[in-house]
């Protein structure tokens, strides 16, 4: 369960990101978020991994309450939520198998656990037999695999996708939504901003809308307005 | 079982921590190596002026014990007179040990050290056996007490008792003084050395570490978003620090050993000097200098990147 209640996030004193903003979801929900640039879609889930900290209003994601969330906490709420980005952030030293990988290192996951688990959610993804390829040996839609294969391995029970399709032709756009649905289906909550109007038509998912830092709707089975 | 299953966790992580400062060094290699030589000068020179101040200092007692002033007694002096300047001496606490020498003990020294010199124990013959006199030889605590003892000697009511006074032999003293103003400037320009060399030290890997932070700038952004803990973050630049400590300190070790043998060995047929290389050469010197050396390498090392990391690593601010 993600709750969002009067949150408000400024920069400086005049420049308001987000203006008490209210949103629930369920558990295991696919929600879209749309709006333009600059509207305050990605500061919102900047909030949620708390890359940025609200100015005022409540965040409770779980039973995990912002306000009481020390710094020591943050990398402990970050391991239960799986990210992507639009510039996937893949560590370029690593092939695709040691990306994936590197999210269960830092949890403490054994070389055995690791060998277990990895394969299985490239399998996923639809990147298995690539486990050796570079980040620069990938096209951008397989690179957005290997993002998002990272962001499940630990399988959060949230997963935040900021504008993953951003920077992929509209097949390859369209194959990581697939992937996205797949998780979802598996009991993934997902949280997913897009520019794109096809995808949001096609989805018919729930579609909140963002202007000027407000949510202006909030459809159940929404469309690109 | 949860317990057993996070301490596994924690040896996993410190593992992969170990490895990846490792590799990290591996990665900034010219940096690393600058890094290490200035250590190894810094960390040489402080192991060597130690195995110097351990030297001299040595010499300096050694040759100290066998100086000794010589309170040269009166021919006509009474036993009951004598006793009196005997227990003045042995009441001053500067006084380490008195020996008397009688007229005969001294004849029969003075025969034996000249024994080779057969004119000048004819001569000694021709003014009289009795004609070198009794005196009391008393050793001092300290170099720099040879003057107080001098000075009871020197007394008024010893007038009729002491004949002359002569504060050892004045070559050996004089080397012993020129031995101990030696060793306070060895260990004055030592510790500035070692000073300038550490500070040399520090601002390099300072700034080794803080090009690597630069680097891998980007890679830091997405460890911490992915939930790495700071310390997951922050381990492997403490660990290539502490690396650069390990083999500058080692090397430095070795180095200095190297010397101390090949100098050593040439000089520890003096008396001066054969104690001093027998301890500094036992095992148990070796191994307390090698990992004393090493420490202070690895400190070093902790403390220049941690200014790094708290500068520049930003860690406070998720």
């Known amino acids: ?225 | 079982m949860q317990k057993d299953r996070s301490i596994k966790r924690q040896l996993i992580t410190f593992n992969r921590l170990f490895i990846t400062g490792v590799t990290n060094l591996f990665r900034n290699a010219w940096l690393s190596v600058a890094a290490m030589a200035v250590m190894f000068v810094a960390l040489g020179i402080l192991l060597f002026s130690v195995v110097l101040n351990i030297t001299t200092g040595n010499a300096i007692t050694e040759l100290s014990r066998s100086l000794k002033v010589s309170i040269y007694l009166e021919d006509t002096v009474a036993d009951a007179d004598r006793f009196v300047l005997q227990e003045a001496l042995a009441a001053s606490e500067y006084t380490a040990d008195i020996e008397y020498v009688s007229k005969d003990d001294a004849q029969a020294r003075f025969t034996e050290s000249f024994q080779n010199d057969q004119e000048l124990i004819e001569g000694l013959q021709l003014v009289g056996d009795d004609s070198l006199p009794a005196s009391y030889e008393v050793s001092a605590t300290s170099l720099d007490d040879f003057n107080e003892i001098e000075e009871i000697a020197l007394r008024s009511d010893f007038d009729g008792t002491v004949e002359s006074i002569t504060l050892g032999r004045t070559d050996a003293r004089r080397t012993i003084e020129r031995a101990a103003s030696a060793q306070q400037f060895i260990t004055t320009s030592s510790v500035f050395a070692v000073l300038v060399f550490t500070i040399i030290s520090v601002l390099i890997i300072f700034n080794t570490i803080r090009i690597a932070i630069f680097t891998r700038s980007e890679e830091i952004k997405n460890m911490k978003l992915i939930g790495a803990t700071p310390w997951y973050i922050r381990g492997p630049f403490l660990v290539e620090a502490s690396i650069y400590g390990v083999i500058a300190g080692v090397l430095a070790t070795i180095t200095v050993y190297a010397i101390v043998v090949s100098v050593g060995s040439g000089l520890a047929s003096q008396a001066e000097f054969q104690e001093t290389y027998e301890l500094l050469t036992a095992p148990l010197s070796v191994v307390i200098a090698g990992v004393v050396t090493v420490l202070a390498g690895i400190v070093v090392g902790i403390f220049s990147s941690s200014l790094a990391i708290s500068k520049y690593l930003r860690l406070k601010h998720w």
């Open chain 1, 1 to 225: 369960m993600i709750l969002l209640d009067r949150v408000t996030k400024q920069y400086g004193k005049d420049a308001s990101a987000l203006e008490r903003i209210s949103l629930h979801v369920e558990p295991e929900e696919f929600v879209i978020i749309i709006g333009s640039s600059g509207a305050g879609k990605s500061t919102l889930l900047k909030l949620l991994t708390r890359e940025e900290k609200q100015t005022s209003g409540k965040i409770v994601i779980g039973n995990i309450d912002y306000d009481k969330l020390r710094d020591k906490d943050i990398p402990l709420l970050r391991r239960r939520i799986g990210v992507v980005f639009q510039d996937f952030k893949l560590l370029p030293n690593k092939n695709v198998f040691e990306n994936v990988a590197f999210a269960l290192e830092i949890v403490g996951h054994s070389n055995k656990e690791i060998k277990h688990t990895v394969p299985r959610v490239l399998k996923v993804v639809g990147l298995d037999g690539k486990e050796k390829r570079m980040p620069p040996e990938l096209s951008g839609g397989e690179c957005q695999r290997v993002a998002i294969a990272r962001a499940i391995v630990r399988q959060p029970k949230i997963l935040i996708a900021d504008e993953p399709t951003g920077n992929l032709d509209p097949k390859h756009a369209w194959d990581i939504i697939k992937i996205l649905e797949k998780i979802n289906r598996y009991g993934t909550t997902v949280l997913l901003t897009t520019h794109n109007q096809e995808i949001v038509n096609k989805l018919k998912r729930r579609v909140v809308t963002i202007s000027d830092g407000k949510i202006i709707s909030d459809k159940a089975h929404g469309e690109y307005s």
